[in-house]
């Protein structure tokens, strides 16, 4: 279980995405973990063996590492990507549970059921409308909030995005006010920047396809109400056909009781 | 031989398995394994190297690590995970039983092999209550091995050869303790997937009995 297993589930949703959320998905895969896999574990890779700090004191070292690092960079990062990720499974799940009525539609053989064989079902795409519109946004709503949350989170916990070179650490059991040192501070600031700037992306991206989908049901909407508008003839006609039917059914009703009691 | 056989395994569950059962085996494969392999083994990788007592006495250290961590924190959590995935495995034999029956005697013995009644049931209602269980024993064996879920940041040690009452640092106990606290919280909320899976099954299972009973009375 690794990062291509999330990459197969999450492919499958890929499918049924609009165009902005493919591009996405492109972004977190090439360029967030993809970057986290090959480069970034790497630079973290040594950060407690190469922390140094200017004293003897056994355990010195370990407390202030603990301090100033409460958890990793890329132990951060891992959570946000799983995180961000995990909306889009909202996504498939409904996809699979639609796929699932359909199938048993197809086997009770009802007539409704337009499809051919149970293949064609596994391969249809869906679109994005009706419940699974509602699914679909707030899978990338929560996505938003992921990302924000763990954009504050490191904010937050670093002093900002830059890694200092130096930290002066006076927690117990070091003596005094030691010098400690970590270790690559400059590429670990180059990346961090990195992540922070395809994070700031990937939320507009997000922002981006929450509008058009915003967008897309509004005109939807309007496009239905003047429809309506302009062929009220017709609806009238449908009602008109249904009224009389109602009546004949409730005649044929009354007629079979009447029968029945005599 | 590695997660990624548990996952195969796994993945065979799914279609035998109530809705709840599929977000179960989600929450399984991204919240705890996805987690313990890219984020949480790491953590505790160099653990034993990074354990520093303030003692030069050859032993000393190996001797306080071993009575504080008889078994690593980590170690115990991937025992947890394939304990608890086990359980669900029974249900897969058992289909498999059952196509296989169908197959000797070459007639249609079951509505549908991976229809949950019937014992099929049973052996689901085992499997949820035995992943239950693995979750609360690994949940109390934590909390009863490392007094709590904290990782302190200094641990005092006086076993032998340690002379004296023994200052040892723990590496990274701030970041162990976020995800041990992660490791508790999955878990709960795995059991709360259990417990409301084997209470609609069991729901499920007495509306179908007093239907059938009502339909023969009014027959």
Same mark, same amino acid.
């Given at each position: 279980?690794?990062?291509?297993?999330?990459?197969?589930?999450?492919?499958?949703?890929?499918?049924?995405?609009?165009?902005?959320?493919?591009?996405?998905?492109?972004?977190?895969?090439?360029?967030?973990?993809?970057?986290?896999?090959?480069?970034?574990?790497?630079?973290?890779?040594?950060?407690?063996?190469?922390?140094?700090?200017?004293?003897?004191?056994?355990?010195?070292?370990?407390?202030?590492?603990?301090?100033?690092?409460?958890?990793?960079?890329?132990?951060?990062?891992?959570?946000?990507?799983?995180?961000?990720?995990?909306?889009?499974?909202?996504?498939?799940?409904?996809?699979?549970?639609?796929?699932?009525?359909?199938?048993?539609?197809?086997?009770?053989?009802?007539?409704?059921?337009?499809?051919?064989?149970?293949?064609?079902?596994?391969?249809?795409?869906?679109?994005?409308?009706?419940?699974?519109?509602?699914?679909?946004?707030?899978?990338?709503?929560?996505?938003? *909030?992921?990302?924000? *949350?763990?954009?504050?989170?490191?904010?937050?916990?670093?002093?900002?995005?830059?890694?200092?070179?130096?930290?002066?650490?006076?927690?117990?059991?070091?003596?005094?006010?030691?010098?400690?040192?970590?270790?690559?501070?400059?590429?670990?600031?180059?990346?961090?920047?990195?992540?922070?700037?395809?994070?700031?992306?990937?939320?507009?991206?997000?922002?981006?396809?929450?509008?058009?989908?915003?967008?897309?049901?509004?005109?939807?909407?309007?496009?239905?109400?003047?429809?309506?508008?302009?062929?009220?003839?017709?609806?009238?006609?449908?009602?008109?056909?249904?009224?009389?039917?109602?009546?004949?059914?409730?005649?044929?009703?009354?007629?079979?009781?009447?029968?029945?009691?005599? | 031989?590695?997660?990624?056989?548990?996952?195969?395994?796994?993945?065979?569950?799914?279609?035998?398995?109530?809705?709840?059962?599929?977000?179960?085996?989600?929450?399984?494969?991204?919240?705890?394994?996805?987690?313990?392999?890219?984020?949480?083994?790491?953590?505790?990788?160099?653990?034993?190297?990074?354990?520093?007592?303030?003692?030069?006495?050859?032993?000393?250290?190996?001797?306080?690590?071993?009575?504080?961590?008889?078994?690593?924190?980590?170690?115990?959590?991937?025992?947890?995970?394939?304990?608890?995935?086990?359980?669900?495995?029974?249900?897969?034999?058992?289909?498999?039983?059952?196509?296989?029956?169908?197959?000797?005697?070459?007639? #249609?013995?079951?509505?549908?092999?991976?229809?949950?009644?019937?014992?099929?049931?049973?052996?689901?209602?085992?499997?949820?209550? %035995?992943?239950?269980?693995?979750?609360?024993?690994?949940?109390?064996?934590? =909390?009863?091995?490392?007094?709590?879920? #904290?990782?302190?940041? %200094?641990?005092?040690?006086?076993?032998?050869?340690?002379?004296?009452?023994?200052?040892?640092?723990?590496?990274?106990?701030?970041?162990?303790?976020?995800?041990?606290?992660?490791?508790?919280?999955?878990?709960?909320?795995?059991?709360?997937?259990?417990?409301?899976?084997?209470?609609?099954?069991?729901?499920?299972?007495?509306?179908?009995? =007093? %239907?059938?009973?009502?339909? #023969?009375?009014?027959?």
């Amino acid at each position: 279980m690794d990062w291509g297993a999330l990459h197969t589930v999450l492919g499958g949703v890929n499918k049924h995405s609009t165009s902005i959320g493919k591009i996405w998905l492109t972004v977190l895969f090439i360029f967030r973990i993809m970057i986290l896999v090959v480069a970034a574990e790497k630079v973290w890779g040594d950060e407690q063996d190469d922390f140094i700090c200017n004293t003897l004191q056994p355990g010195c070292k370990n407390v202030c590492y603990d301090h100033f690092f409460p958890i990793s960079h890329i132990r951060l990062w891992a959570l946000q990507l799983i995180f961000v990720s995990t909306p889009a499974l909202l996504v498939a799940m409904h996809v699979a549970y639609r796929r699932h009525e359909k199938k048993r539609q197809f086997r009770k053989g009802d007539q409704k059921c337009e499809y051919k064989d149970i293949e064609e079902i596994r391969k249809q795409r869906f679109h994005i409308e009706g419940s699974l519109w509602w699914t679909y946004t707030s899978s990338i709503f929560f996505r938003l *909030v992921f990302e924000a *949350v763990f954009m504050y989170a490191f904010y937050f916990m670093y002093d900002g995005f830059r890694m200092p070179r130096l930290m002066k650490c006076s927690a117990w059991p070091c003596p005094n006010t030691v010098d400690c040192f970590v270790s690559r501070p400059t590429e670990k600031t180059v990346f961090t920047i990195f992540m922070i700037a395809v994070s700031s992306i990937c939320i507009l991206l997000n922002v981006a396809e929450l509008c058009y989908l915003l967008a897309k049901f509004f005109l939807r909407r309007s496009k239905k109400a003047g429809h309506q508008k302009h062929h009220p003839n017709h609806e009238n006609k449908e009602e008109t056909k249904q009224n009389e039917m109602n009546e004949l059914i409730s005649d044929s009703c009354q007629n079979t009781v009447i029968g029945f009691t005599s | 031989m590695s997660w990624g056989f548990l996952r195969h395994l796994l993945s065979g569950v799914n279609k035998y398995s109530t809705g709840i059962g599929r977000i179960w085996v989600a929450v399984l494969f991204v919240f705890r394994l996805l987690v313990y392999v890219v984020a949480a083994e790491n953590i505790w990788k160099y653990e034993h190297d990074e354990f520093e007592c303030n003692i030069q006495q050859p032993g000393c250290e190996n001797v306080c690590f071993d009575h504080f961590f008889p078994v690593s924190h980590i170690r115990l959590w991937a025992l947890q995970l394939i304990m608890v995935s086990t359980p669900s495995l029974l249900v897969v034999f058992h289909v498999a039983y059952r196509e296989n029956r169908e197959k000797r005697h070459n007639q #249609k013995l079951y509505k549908s092999p991976g229809e949950i009644d019937g014992g099929l049931l049973c052996t689901y209602l085992i499997s949820l209550i %035995l992943k239950t269980g693995f979750e609360i024993v690994f949940l109390v064996l934590f =909390y009863k091995l490392y007094n709590g879920f #904290k990782v302190p940041h %200094l641990v005092k040690c006086d076993v032998r050869p340690c002379p004296n009452t023994v200052d040892c640092y723990i590496s990274k106990p701030t970041e162990k303790m976020i995800f041990l606290y992660f490791l508790v919280a999955t878990s709960c909320l795995c059991v709360v997937l259990n417990l409301g899976e084997l209470s609609y099954l069991i729901f499920k299972y007495c509306i179908k009995c =007093y %239907l059938k009973k009502y339909i #023969k009375k009014h027959q």
